[in-house]
């Protein structure tokens, strides 16, 4: 994608700073509201004095739950984060997203400007691209195979098709039954 794996500022373990930033800016916002109260800043305020104290210790664990969501979210549901970098308040299936959950596109939105590079999820048309114009681009062999796989996420297969392109790529999947594979066809 262009961005080290050790470089890359969408690590959770390097976002969760930025994101404890944003969160904290906006906790006085109704749009977080449901996030603010989780951490006992009632009415949106950021004062221990104002707040229970027990859930404001919350804060960090919080932020890193939701680094580690936004990560997960970029590799599963991609196409909603592509969405949301949009302004499209939509989940992975291009539907609405609930109310109570509004606020998570609203908080990604803030982290991508404050991190100010495109997420990984943004990344992946262009290293798609990248895999499928130049073999070269990753050092893999000529021949990949991968073992045993019981569940693979939609960028990861586009990731292998990409790959597929200049070499050859081989999945051996678990294959349980004849008759479970005929109810799949």
């Known amino acids: 994608t262009g961005v080290a794996r050790d470089?890359?500022?969408?690590?959770?373990?390097r976002?969760?700073?930025?994101l404890l930033h944003v969160i904290d800016a906006a906790l006085g916002e109704s749009w977080l509201a449901p996030l603010?109260?989780?951490?006992?800043?009632?009415?949106?305020?950021?004062?221990?004095?104002?707040?229970d104290l027990g859930r404001r210790s919350r804060r960090f664990g919080s932020a890193r739950h939701l680094a580690d969501l936004y990560d997960r979210y970029g590799v599963h549901r991609p196409d909603m984060l592509r969405a949301w970098a949009?302004?499209?308040?939509?989940?992975?299936?291009?539907?609405?997203?609930?109310?109570?959950?509004?606020w998570q596109a609203e908080l990604w939105r803030r982290l991508?400007?404050?991190?100010?590079v495109p997420s990984p999820a943004e990344r992946?048309?262009?290293?798609?691209?990248?895999?499928?114009?130049?073999?070269?681009?990753?050092?893999?062999p000529?021949?990949?195979?991968?073992?045993?796989?019981?569940?693979?996420?939609?960028?990861?297969?586009?990731?292998?098709?990409?790959?597929?392109?200049?070499?050859?790529?081989?999945l051996f999947l678990l294959h349980?039954?004849?008759?479970?594979?005929?109810r799949i066809e």
């Open 36 to 51: 603010a109260g989780y951490l006992g800043a009632a009415g949106g305020s950021a004062d221990p004095s104002a707040s």
């Open 86 to 102: 949009a302004k499209d308040d939509l989940d992975g299936a291009g539907r609405p997203l609930p109310g109570q959950w509004a």
């Open 15 to 18: 976002s969760v700073w930025p």
């Open 142 to 170: 000529a021949r990949l195979s991968l073992f045993g796989l019981t569940r693979l996420p939609a960028s990861f297969l586009a990731v292998l098709r990409a790959l597929a392109v200049h070499r050859d790529v081989h």
């Open 112 to 116: 991508r400007e404050r991190i100010g």
């Open 124 to 140: 992946l048309d262009e290293a798609y691209a990248a895999l499928r114009a130049d073999g070269a681009v990753v050092d893999l």
């Open 176 to 182: 349980p039954s004849p008759v479970l594979w005929q």
């Open 7 to 13: 470089a890359d500022p969408w690590v959770a373990a």
